[in-house]
């Protein structure tokens, strides 16, 4: 895998629907096998709480899930793009945690000879 161009993202996930409604983890194990599919795997971190504003409406005490992915630019497009249409958001929030990935696999380590 090329990973020169490949950075770690993270993006935020719903644990709610807009009408208030909690996803089930079998839904989210779907989102998750798209992800996969893109990036070739993902990090799921514990739930966190945010707030903020849309217009003068105050979300607060939204619950998130944070999950870490190494992708391309292109990648997490497409992946904020899976994201916003699979849980039906107005918004979703990436960004980029490191811009440097180091990914090694234990059959490198065997080619030369270690």
């Known amino acids: 895998m090329n990973t020169s161009a490949k950075g770690v993202w993270e993006i935020l996930v719903p644990t709610k629907s807009n009408e208030g409604k909690p996803y089930r983890t079998r839904y989210h194990r779907v989102w998750d096998s798209h992800i996969r599919k893109i ?6 971190l514990p739930v966190v709480k945010g707030q903020w504003l849309d217009g003068a409406v105050l979300y607060h005490n939204e619950r998130m899930i944070p999950v870490r992915i190494i992708a391309t630019r292109e990648e997490i497009e497409k992946i904020i793009d899976v994201t916003m249409v699979y849980y039906g958001q107005e918004a979703v929030l990436a960004y980029r945690v490191a811009d440097e990935v180091v990914l090694k696999h234990k059959s490198e380590l065997k080619k030369r000879g270690k």
Request: avoid cysteine.
């Open 39 to 44: 990036s070739g795997g993902l990090t799921i």
